[in-house]
């Protein structure tokens, strides 16, 4: 069974810094990996999306790394805003394509 | 073009009643899923459709839970006998089958508060 697992729970910055925030999976047989970013009270939004054959996507100020066989992720936030305040899920997708397994988020607060 | 839908956008219901939940997916896309998010957790994965048919209901937590997709559009969630335990918010999502890599678009999801 794919256990997805976040690491910070929580993390508050100063306006301005880079930060990166830490995903790990346990099977590495996955399909893809989706960040998600989450507002309070909101559903999920969609920010990267990375096939299992690659290694990194960008947009923007956000950039999304993937090693599959260390089972790892990392979401890399550049000169962070207040925006930016919100919990960030990582999710796999299965090999069949279909079930995500999500992380329990990291809550980042960019403070002004 | 439109989103993800999901109706009602908060339901409040008392302990043993039934409640259905709806779900509008993005026009033209063949996938459906359904997830829970409990407070402070991530989602969880209930049900996936592949148009009618339940392609994997293994998520379901119990047979009080039950889903329908009957024209491969939209769908309900139904819950019977309803629990506290039950309170959550019910994410919808659906996607292409074969196109951006089975990228899944979620609804603002239906919070549900069993009392």
């Known amino acids: 069974k794919q256990e997805v697992t976040q690491i910070p729970a929580a993390l508050s910055v100063p306006e301005g810094e880079n930060l990166v925030l830490n995903c790990s999976f346990t099977?590495?047989?996955?399909?893809?990996l989706q960040w998600f970013r989450q507002d309070p009270g909101k559903g999920l939004t969609s920010l990267l999306l990375?096939?299992?054959?690659?290694r990194e996507q960008t947009s923007g100020r956000l950039n999304a790394s993937l090693d599959k066989s260390s089972g790892r992720s990392t979401l890399y936030i550049a000169a962070s805003q207040p925006g930016d305040s919100a919990t960030y899920l990582c999710a796999a997708l299965d090999s069949s394509g279909s079930r995500l397994t999500f992380g329990e988020g990291t809550q980042l607060t960019v403070n002004p | 073009g439109a989103g993800v839908s999901q109706t009602p956008s908060n339901k409040v219901t008392e302990k043993g009643k039934y409640v259905e939940l709806r779900c509008d997916p993005i026009?033209?896309?063949?996938?459906l899923y359904w997830y829970r998010q409990s407070l402070g957790q991530g989602p969880e994965f209930l049900i996936y459709?592949?148009?009618?048919?339940?392609?994997?209901d293994s998520g379901l937590p119990n047979d009080r839970f039950f889903a329908v997709r009957p024209e491969g559009s939209v769908s309900t969630l139904k819950i019977q006998r309803t629990e506290r335990g039950d309170s959550a918010v019910y994410l919808c999502?659906?996607?292409?089958?074969?196109?951006?890599?089975?990228?899944?678009?979620f609804g603002p999801g239906t919070r549900l508060t069993v009392l």
């Open positions: 990375i096939q299992s054959s690659q």
């Open positions: 099977d590495s047989a996955i399909y893809n």
């Open positions: 459709f592949q148009g009618t048919g339940a392609a994997d």
């Open positions: 026009s033209g896309h063949t996938a």
């Open positions: 999502a659906s996607s292409i089958l074969g196109g951006r890599i089975n990228e899944q678009f």
